[in-house]
């Protein structure tokens, strides 16, 4: 008695042996000994080449072998030449297929053509995320060993390929994992006609989740309208061009046929009523649809952070945002926003440039969420299995508390233990391999770490410094941050960093708190305001030292000496140049001795920007504001006056970025 729950090499009555060539009978009987071949399939049309394909199941021993259950979708290519648009294939029978059918994550390429193994692993490196293709040749299948050559095929190309290693966001759903259910309650928020947000920090995962938002919605017949604020196309334009710009937006992705023309209609008096007539006649041309638009790094055009000065100190977040959100109340039906971003100050500040937020409280802060145990045991199972990886439930387990179940670093240990792994596959990882590991990416780790650091760093440096504080062991000061600002502890532990415990607040991933320890070993904690006043004086000296070096030879090299020298005359008020007059630019610009104060010589930085920029790599605006800054409260021991902590604080943030910009 056949036992059906078990799948036995073969091939199915209804498969149409004469759909193929002699050579392809001959590989499909080959095949049908290990492997049972479902289905038929049809003939593809691609341009002018023609290809055919079938079903295939494995048998249960190929089954366990590579964690393949589904039938797999296998392409014949009878061209002597390898086609790159054979990868198109697998995409076209993959929709025309019911959903949970075949596999998605490997597919079988037969090829007439000699050389279809380089070429497809060179298309594979360039296509991180497209599914495993097994490359093999005719030749290779009407061999009397063809199994074992397929075997030997599969081995390689499941078992070499890492599937933990992406740096990007991820574009498509075969390797996305453990975000399900906050994409729907995200998109089931947006149904409902609620404006939703998504926070978190770098790597952690938010670009990937708009796109999987954005493929969901497709499938369902919608549409999102995504806004990258980070382009200059977006955050250079002002409130009434962005206006203008979105209108046209629309339209494209709503496919109306109605000629829209906003030229000359977007002045500022004007655009708010021109948005929301051409938004309603978009709207009204096609069958009553609601739109997603989604604005990435909102941060980009928000006050305090955004890019470009309008939206940093000016008034354009404030018209922008009033025209949405008054068009929304005349007409939900027709779009929701949503914001994505590293911190929900945007929706959370009562007031911005003096006057009322009109998003305020208006869309509930929601945080990236970090993965459960049970999420990083589904994620690293199935990746593993695939590439002879076992982690049983203890290394899973292990690998959410090491990081803090932050699904990028956790992919990247993963990464690290398929390089540990060795070559002899399938293999358990055991706490043997798993140390090893964990020892190699502590090597590389730091880049990643600093990654999620930088933005609040550079953006929002009272998180940054409650962090510091915390790593530290100066508790005192964290308790006393967190008391006076509750939204600056909820965001931290919105980002997965902290949690807090009955004892007390405490870091989720220990490599962040070490990384913090290293880098401000050197800095006292806890310091009188006689030693604040002292370490901001003395850092101000060196800071003013590497500011002459780096602009005597940035100009002397730029424009020879005379110039130079010019150039630094031109840059300092009129009133003090007659007292620079005639000396020399190694003069003007000595490292000890300069004449120049530090507002010249920010003035010299500024003006000439376009070759200081080559040297400093750093961006104007935010250079501008930490060199500003400083000037402004850095000299306490000149003018008598005591520094606050906040201040304090804030001014050895901008030390710390400037001097590993000059030292670079």
Not at 97 to 122: N, W, Y
Not at 378 to 383: A, D, F, I, P
Not at 391 to 403: C, G, P, Q, R, S
Not at 503 to 519: H, M, W
Request: aromatic share 10%.
């Amino acid at each position: 008695m056949i036992d059906k729950s078990i799948t036995n090499p073969g091939i199915h009555k209804q498969f149409i042996m004469a759909n193929y060539s002699e050579d392809e009978r001959k590989i499909l009987l080959n095949l049908s000994k290990d492997w049972y071949l479902t289905n038929s399939g049809q003939e593809i049309r691609v341009a002018q080449s023609r290809y055919s394909y079938f079903l295939m199941k494995p048998s249960q021993r190929t089954s366990e072998m590579f964690n393949i259950e589904r039938e797999i979708i296998c392409v014949f290519s009878d061209y002597e030449y390898f086609e790159p648009r054979s990868f198109d294939i697998f995409d076209k029978v993959l929709k025309s297929l019911p959903k949970m059918r075949t596999e998605t994550v490997c597919g079988l390429l037969i090829s007439r053509a000699s050389v279809v193994e380089e070429k497809v692993e060179r298309l594979l490196k360039s296509d991180p995320e497209h599914s495993i293709v097994i490359p093999a040749t005719y030749q290779e299948l009407l061999h009397n060993d063809c199994i074992k050559i397929l075997e030997n095929k599969f081995r390689k190309h499941f078992y070499s390929r890492d599937l933990f290693g992406f740096l990007s966001p991820l574009k498509k759903d075969i390797y996305f994992f453990g975000r399900s259910s906050l994409i729907t309650e995200l998109i089931s928020r947006y149904q409902s006609g609620e404006h939703t947000s998504l926070f978190g920090l770098r790597k952690s995962g938010k670009t990937s989740i708009v796109y999987a938002i954005e493929r969901k919605l497709e499938s369902l017949g919608e549409h999102a309208l995504l806004l990258d604020c980070e382009s200059p196309s977006i955050h250079l334009c002002r409130w009434n061009e962005l206006l203008e710009k979105l209108v046209n937006l629309y339209a494209k992705v709503r496919q109306t046929k109605i000629k829209v023309d906003t030229k000359d209609r977007y002045a500022e008096k004007d655009a708010a009523d021109s948005f929301e007539t051409d938004i309603m006649r978009i709207f009204e041309s096609k069958k009553p649809s609601s739109m997603l638009f989604i604005f990435d790094e909102i941060e980009r055009i928000s006050p305090g952070t955004g890019s470009s000065d309008h939206w940093r100190s000016g008034t354009d977040f404030l018209y922008f945002w009033q025209t949405l959100r008054g068009f929304y109340q005349k007409n939900p039906q027709v779009f929701c926003y949503m914001l994505v971003g590293t911190n929900p100050s945007c929706v959370e500040s009562s007031s911005v440039v003096g006057h009322d937020n009109p998003i305020y409280a208006s869309i509930p802060s929601q945080y990236v969420p970090s993965f459960s145990v049970e999420q990083v045991k589904q994620m690293v199972v199935r990746l593993g299995d695939y590439m002879g990886l076992k982690f049983d439930d203890l290394i899973a387990a292990k690998l959410t508390d090491d990081f803090g179940g932050h699904p990028f670093l956790i992919r990247q240990m993963c990464s690290c233990i398929h390089k540990m792994a060795g070559i002899n596959r399938p293999v358990t990882i055991d706490k043997v391999i798993y140390n090893k590991a964990k020892e190699e990416f502590k090597l590389h780790s730091k880049d990643y770490l600093d990654m999620m650091l930088q933005v609040l760093s550079d953006w929002y440096p009272d998180e940054y410094e409650m962090l510091r504080f915390l790593a530290q062991g100066d508790r005192e000061s964290f308790e006393s941050f967190a008391f006076d600002n509750a939204s600056l502890t909820r965001h931290l532990i919105g980002y997965g960093l902290i949690q807090k415990g009955v004892s007390g607040y405490a870091f989720n991933l220990e490599a962040i708190a070490d990384l913090l320890k290293t880098k401000h070993s050197n800095e006292k904690i806890n310091l009188t305001n006689e030693e604040m006043v002292q370490e901001v004086s003395a850092r101000r000296n060196l800071l003013e030292k590497n500011l002459r070096t780096l602009s005597r030879n940035v100009l002397k090299i730029t424009y020879g000496p005379a110039k130079a020298a010019a150039t630094v005359l031109a840059a300092v008020p009129e009133t003090r140049r007659p007292a620079l007059t005639g000396l020399n630019i190694n003069l003007l610009l000595d490292r000890d001795k300069s004449p120049l104060f530090l507002l010249e010589l920010i003035n010299i930085i500024k003006r000439e920007w376009a070759i200081f920029d080559k040297s400093l790599e750093a961006d104007k605006t935010k250079l501008m504001y930490m060199l500003e800054e400083i000037n402004l409260f850095g000299r306490p021991e000149a003018h008598a006056k005591n520094l606050t902590r906040d201040e304090f604080t804030q001014l050895r943030l901008h030390f710390n970025k400037l001097d590993a910009l000059l030292a670079e």
